[in-house]
């Protein structure tokens, strides 16, 4: 690239943090080099996988099992050996990648698929005052900002999308598709190897609210209570007398008996749930001796969603990968007894595990009882592949959303070194099929969003100078550990959070040093005298200036799948004032403008008429006079 003298010489001699060496970062860090830049730190925790190396050219097939911030320091250097590249394979949340160590770049650039990581990284550059270039790619869909502190929104000023969930019931007793049956899978992972949370019970809901008829339930039973005697009304001993959990260390986790606990029994206690089957199928019992015996006779199996993966008990299409093909019933059953024997032997060695899409076993695992459940309940069973996708929620990325996304970055940067705020924007990227040729239309990916940055968000918990927000929630059933994990650490982004009562007493409540607060964490907050309007203050220790001030509000009333509800923030003094320009009044003529234009079957010559009759009131010139449309939607809280 040619740059006027001194943009050339600020870019050669700036100071830059990349954080992320992985689809983005291997882009970004080639750009880096391209451009210019000579002095770079990057940092990343994972290693190198085979799946990485069809996007991650920085990485070879002999890279496979090494750090990402190592062989991505390597081969910059072999691209530009005059670079000084330092790389950090460790986690960018720590204590020693403090305030001070951000003090001294001059730009810090996220190239992170990880939420709670770019939240952290976020509020570092804010308490150091340095800018920060965020970046995200999901798909073809892709993003990329500028961050400056006080002047433009921050990571965390657009709250990240809600997960989707699913009803517990329709979970536990009537799944439908097979994403229910994998939910349950990993739930059923937790309650048997991991840290059980009770609103993830695998077990059959008697209290499911379509049972009730006259107060009673399907069974027979009020409010869903099994009989006295703790057997359902097949004479089978009833699942919600004790818990998975200690069901499976009762007898030692023996895979069949656990294989006929899970898709006998408890199939057969729903089955007697009668009124649950009055406008549905009804699940089969799966019969684990009879399927070890002959696979194919036990049970009609329902067919693949793509018929071409699978044919019969596991055999594979020609050409299929070994992941892509579909097990049959017989197969899932000896895989779910394999992977039952060695997540048991982790757990006698490591203790609670962590369900991890990588890991091989915890895979297996869930692939197994995902289609042993589909099995039973007439449902679609996939392949391990099309599993691992949906469980680990990941969508497969794309090489040139990433490139585009790194190129971006560099705009920005190179904006940022000449001390241009206004020529950065927030730009986003979108998939589209073209329209002609209409036989076999071609995937492009166009930059369908280029906008001003946002001024900060009133409220926002991470960059607003002195924050103080509400909570509704039941202060006498909320334990210690939920408020940290769902409260503190989920909704405020503290990473090491210290809580205590903010009155005379400063009772401390959560430490970070976890010394002597840990036997308390099972105990709600009403224990330490917690009651509605009392004041907590929240501290982030690896953070000096990060503190919320919590109000607890009780409400008794909330939804029964709702731990708390955040109430309207409010904040103690003024925001500087943001000298970007708002574009307030070209902000609604100019999303209708994208709207019409990006509607399929609008013709070109309307498009063209659209395009001239706003573009005085819907573009703003900039330094070198050429009009820039906005679409003020920003999606950088999906990535």
């Not at 993966?309 to 093909?325: T, Y």
Request: charged fraction near 25%.
């Amino acid at each position: 690239m040619a740059f006027d003298p001194q943009t050339a010489h600020s870019i050669a001699t700036a100071k830059v943090f990349m954080v992320g060496a992985g689809g983005i970062g291997c882009e970004l860090l080639k750009n880096l080099l391209l451009t210019g830049f000579r002095d770079i730190q990057l940092i990343d925790l994972d290693t190198i996988e085979v799946s990485n190396l069809n996007r991650q050219f920085l990485f070879r097939s002999e890279h496979v099992g090494k750090p990402k911030a190592e062989i991505a320091a390597q081969s910059g250097l072999e691209l530009c050996p005059e670079a000084k590249i330092t790389f950090y394979h460790e986690s960018v949340i720590q204590a020693k990648f403090n305030v001070k160590f951000f003090s001294q770049f001059d730009l810090v650039l996220n190239a992170l698929d990880n939420a709670a990581a770019r939240s952290h990284v976020n509020r570092m550059c804010l308490a150091a005052d340095r800018p920060l270039i965020e970046s995200g790619s999901s798909g073809y869909l892709g993003n990329c900002k500028a961050i400056f502190k006080g002047k433009t929104e921050c990571f965390d000023c657009q709250p990240p999308a809600p997960q989707k969930t699913f009803p517990g019931c329709t979970i536990r007793n009537t799944p439908s598709e097979p994403i229910h049956c994998i939910v349950w899978a990993k739930h059923l992972f937790n309650q048997l190897f991991g840290e059980a949370d009770p609103d993830q019970d695998v077990s059959p809901n008697t209290a499911d609210p379509s049972l009730l008829v006259d107060g009673q339930n399907g069974t027979g039973h009020h409010n869903g209570a099994p009989h006295q005697n703790g057997s359902s009304p097949t004479g089978i001993a009833s699942t919600v007398a004790i818990s998975t959990r200690e069901q499976a260390v009762s007898c030692g986790y023996n895979a069949i008996t656990l294989f006929e606990k899970l898709f006998r029994d408890d199939i057969a206690y729903l089955l007697s749930m009668e009124k649950l089957w009055e406008k549905r199928r009804k699940p089969v019992v799966l019969d684990v001796q009879a399927i070890l015996r002959e696979p194919q006779a036990i049970l009609q199996e329902p067919q693949p969603l793509d018929s071409d993966r699978s044919n019969g008990d596991g055999g594979s299409a020609a050409g299929d990968h070994e992941d892509k093909r579909v097990w049959g019933i017989g197969e899932n059953a000896r895989v779910f007894i394999r992977s039952v024997r060695g997540l048991k032997a982790s757990l006698e060695k490591l203790g609670n595990l962590v369900w991890d899409k990588d890991d091989e076993v915890a895979m297996d695992f869930v692939t197994a009882v995902a289609n042993l459940r589909s099995s039973c309940f007439g449902i679609p069973t996939l392949s391990r592949y099309d599993i691992k996708q949906m469980a680990g929620n990941i969508i497969a990325a794309v090489a040139s959303t990433n490139a585009i996304v790194a190129g971006f970055i560099i705009c920005n940067a190179v904006q940022v070194l000449r001390g241009n705020q206004s020529g950065c924007y927030n730009i986003i990227t979108r998939m589209f099929r073209d329209a002609v040729p209409a036989i076999a239309p071609k995937r492009r990916i166009r930059t369908t969003g280029v906008s001003r940055l946002d001024v900060p968000r009133p409220g926002c918990v991470s960059c607003s100078e002195r924050v103080e927000i509400g909570i509704k929630l039941r202060i006498a059933s909320i334990t210690v550990k939920e408020f940290e994990e769902k409260v503190v650490k989920g909704y405020l982004k503290m990473s090491a959070p210290d809580v205590e009562l903010d009155d005379a007493s400063g009772k401390i409540i959560i430490s970070s040093d976890d010394t002597g607060e840990g036997k308390n964490r099972d105990k709600p907050l009403a224990f330490f005298g917690i009651q509605d309007g009392t004041r907590l203050k929240c501290e982030d220790s690896l953070l000096d200036d990060y503190e919320v001030t919590v109000t607890l509000h009780n409400d008794d009333h909330l939804a029964e799948d709702t731990l708390f509800l955040p109430l309207d923030a409010h904040v103690e003094g003024e925001l500087a004032q943001p000298t970007v320009e708002p574009f307030e009044q070209a902000k609604g003529i100019k999303r209708k403008l994208e709207e019409e234009i990006l509607t399929p079957g609008m013709s070109g010559n309307k498009r063209v008429a659209l395009l001239a009759s706003n573009s005085d009131a819907a573009s703003e010139p900039n330094g070198n006079g050429n009009g820039l449309s906005e679409d003020v939607i920003d999606m950088s809280h999906r990535f």
